[in-house]
């Protein structure tokens, strides 16, 4: 598998752990739906830069993608921001590392 299509897919089952507490939660579905597309966006991103190793290139994109959201949203609630940082953290690590790892 591409390096590419290797990081939509992971995106694509990061979007899914992420947006399965949301449902519980029973957040908005618009809410749901930035949250899928977030971590899409991020997995080809990952896919397309390796400036650094992955791990650390899986949390820097996953950051910089997630900035403009994480003002928004802390505008209203910042402490709202604590379990989307940790998600964001931990998916972002894991990205990075899978497909640096088995991408090609």
């Given at each position: 598998?591409?390096?590419?299509?290797?990081?939509?897919?992971l995106g694509v089952i990061a979007g899914i752990i992420d947006v399965i507490p949301m449902v519980i939660m029973k957040l908005t579905w618009d809410a749901n739906v930035s949250a899928f597309m977030f971590w899409i966006i991020s997995g080809y991103l990952i896919a397309t830069h390796d400036r650094f190793n992955g791990v650390k290139n899986g949390i820097l994109i996953s950051f910089l993608v997630l900035t403009p959201s994480a003002i928004l949203i802390g505008w209203n609630d910042p402490l709202s921001l604590i379990p989307i940082i940790v998600m964001t953290l931990l998916l972002g690590s894991i990205l990075g590392y899978l497909i640096s790892k088995f991408g090609k």
């Open positions: 598998m591409k390096k590419t299509q290797l990081g939509i897919f």
